[in-house]
């Protein structure tokens, strides 16, 4: 039987709705969704298998210009997803004009693997503004081919799955057939804190974040779970307690529902706040917490 497998690399700008596309063709919430920029920090396989297809998607970082270590490390996991993809899905959202890195731009124009340009949101617009936006794309990069869709929606993602079967190569699968993503259970109990901490905390709170799990175990009926939160200044940690524990309880609560959810187990969670100084800017700290691609 012909078997065709290959890289399906996403990548765009901040917040266009790459994870939220990367999850519909999964089906599984394997990368964490907020309306702000910058919620995706690693670059987060899912793979999806069928009897004679293996697509293994990659999830990315939205592109922007570093202005620190951390930053310029998910810049390199973007630019690792342009050297190993079979085909680009180069997403954007209705209203966007082009990438806001120029470099990142011209690879896509003068990209010799198959790319699909998804404009994304299309639940927002008008027909009218679509059309328009469409015929905008299609000025701008002449070579790719422009599919409209909604993530959120799961409007024509079927219709561009279907495609990029259509335009893998003859492989045999990566990975085991059973498996779902590169990535080992601690970052999925990371990045559901992280998700809740992006929701609930403003300015640069979030982004001064990382989280460590230094204890998952799992029992017959339960995973009991130790997770810290790092913040990089003092000041920065009282916020994240809140008044008498309250905003540190929340994000315990809302983290524990969806690894429940996640896990399909009984989930006890312990948080705690530690300072750990400027860890974004540190090369050796950025390591550790896996950010070397
Ligand atoms: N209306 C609408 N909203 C969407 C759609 N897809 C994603 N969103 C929303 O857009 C926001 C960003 O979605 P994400 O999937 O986190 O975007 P991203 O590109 O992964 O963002 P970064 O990881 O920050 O680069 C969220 O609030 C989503 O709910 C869509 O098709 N329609
Ligand atoms: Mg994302």
Sequence with gaps: MLHKAGFVNIIGNPNVGKSTLMNAFVGEKLSIITSKAQTTRHRILGIVNGDDFQVVLSDT????????????????????????ADVLLYMVEIGEKALKDES???????????????LNKIDT????????QI?????QLPSVEIHAISALQNFNVKGVFERIIELLPEAPPYYPKDQLTDKPERFFVNET??????????????YSVEIETEEFVEDEDIIRMRAVIMVERDSQKGIIIG??????KRVGV??????????????????????NKNWRSDARQLKRFGYNS
């Design 254 to 275: 809302e983290a524990r529902k969806d690894l429940e959810k996640f896990f399909g187990k009984q989930v006890h969670i312990e948080l705690y706040v530690k300072v």
């Design 243 to 248: 008044h008498k524990g309250s905003a540190l």
């Design 104 to 118: 990142f731009f011209d690879k896509i124009r003068g990209s010799k693997i198959p790319v699909l340009l998804l």
């Design 125 to 132: 617009s008008e027909q009218e503004i679509l059309e328009e």
């Design 193 to 206: 804190i992280r998700e809740k901490i992006l929701i609930h905390y403003k300015k640069e709170i979030p």
């Design 61 to 84: 970082p939205g592109i922007i210009k570093p202005a620190y270590e951390l930053q310029s490390s998910m810049m390199g996991f973007v630019k690792s997803a342009f050297e190993d």
């Design 135 to 139: 015929q905008y794309w299609q000025e």
